[in-house]
């Protein structure tokens, strides 16, 4: 059992507070209520219903344990987030989007690999370290935003920082991948001195070109589009492939892309500790039900209620 907003119990503070001290009053009598049943449920009762909805509101949750260990395969995925990834070669949709939910459909279908995922434009961030935790990484995808203040494209360094994030693993596939629309411009480390690297720790290296030698609508920032032409350089992204033992792809189309990601599909697994360790099922639902069964004898002592002079003892 386990709580997802624990932090809404302290509602009960107040709540308890305000319960206790005005008791409910059953129907409208000619007195005050006297049988030792009414007391009770008019004091208690409440303070019940109240206890339960808050533990409704805390997200409970059963938790129970999932497989200890899984064949997997660890990836790094390491995803250009320069400018130029807004480009629409289709017209609708950007490659970035494109990029987004074609790596989203692919983490889906490998529900037991794990992933780190590294973004990168002028420096490489590292969103997430290996983690099985797939409903986390979708939801860093979705969430996932183009930031223009440092531009640039820092092939190497993302490459460098995907292999920091492998080389530890004991994973027996290990597998970066490299989806990018531009050029190296930016960074310390060359993208073939960070592929050298990965084949000295027996990393493999797939690339995937997004866009083409073609002019993309480009969105302007008052509105509008531009056509532009971002270079991209095919031959290092193979020389950084062949050096990985990986293949190069070339992804004019998002239909593109889905392929070059299904021909990574077929690698040596290794049985290894699958995390989160435990998964939730949610019992709000259940808290909720039972919160309307404690309810009910207000609700249709309310509804004897309508209609009926409140008694002159009320109001004192």
Do not use: C
Not at 253 to 277: F, H, N, Q
């Amino acid at each position: 059992m386990d709580l997802r907003h624990p932090f809404a119990l302290l509602l009960l503070l107040p709540g308890l507070w305000l319960v206790w001290k005005r008791p409910y009053r059953w129907g409208i009598p000619g007195s005050h209520p006297a049988s030792f049943l009414a007391r009770w449920s008019a004091q208690l009762l409440p303070p019940a219903v109240l206890l339960v909805l808050v533990l409704a509101a805390a997200g409970p949750e059963w938790r129970s344990p999932v497989r200890g260990m899984a064949p997997v395969v660890d990836f790094a995925v390491v995803l250009d987030g320069s400018s130029s990834m807004r480009a629409l070669d289709d017209g609708k949709q950007s490659r970035w989007d494109a990029a987004r939910s074609l790596l989203s459909a692919f983490i889906a279908k490998r529900s037991d690999d794990r992933f780190a995922l590294i973004v990168f434009s002028a420096h490489p961030v590292t969103l997430s370290p290996l983690t099985a935790d797939h409903g986390r990484l979708m939801r860093i995808l979705r969430g996932l935003q183009i930031e223009s203040r440092d531009d640039g494209t820092a092939i190497g360094s993302g490459l460098m920082t995907a292999v920091r994030r492998l080389s530890e693993s004991p994973a027996r596939s290990r597998v970066i991948l490299l989806l990018t629309d531009g050029a190296e411009n930016r960074g310390r480390v060359h993208a073939l001195e960070a592929a050298q690297e990965a084949r000295d720790h027996n990393i493999r290296i797939h690339t995937v070109v997004l866009g083409g030698q073609k002019e993309a609508l480009y969105p302007l920032e008052g509105g509008g589009f531009a056509q532009l032409r971002v270079d991209n350089d095919p031959e290092t992204l193979k020389k950084v492939a062949a050096l990985g033992h990986g293949e190069a792809f070339a992804a004019d189309d998002p239909g593109g892309l889905a392929r070059s990601l299904a021909a990574i599909d077929k690698l040596e697994k290794t049985a290894l500790p699958v995390d989160p360790p435990t998964e939730g099922a949610p019992l709000a639902g259940i808290v909720l039900a039972l919160a309307g069964l404690l309810a009910s004898p207000f609700l249709l002592d309310l509804f004897r209620k309508r209609g009926r002079p409140a008694p002159i003892w009320l109001g004192n």
